[in-house]
């Protein structure tokens, strides 16, 4: 994950993309919320403003 001035985190998405991280690049507060999806698919996770 980058924002002006470098590189804030690096790693595999799952573990990069957080509520912590996605706050810390943006400098607001940011939620991210995980929606269950159909059978056999993965869980589907939003990130939406706090």
């Given at each position: 994950?980058?924002?002006p001035g470098g590189?804030?985190?690096?790693?595999?998405?799952?573990?990069?993309?957080?509520?912590?991280?996605?706050?810390?690049?943006?400098?607001?507060?940011?939620?991210?919320?995980?929606?269950?999806?159909?059978?056999?698919?993965?869980?589907?996770?939003?990130?939406?403003?706090?």
């Amino acid at each position: 994950m980058m924002k002006p001035g470098g590189v804030i985190v690096t790693g595999l998405a799952s573990e990069v993309i957080t509520a912590v991280e996605l706050t810390a690049t943006y400098g607001i507060d940011i939620a991210v919320v995980s929606v269950p999806r159909h059978a056999g698919a993965e869980e589907l996770k939003l990130c939406s403003p706090w």
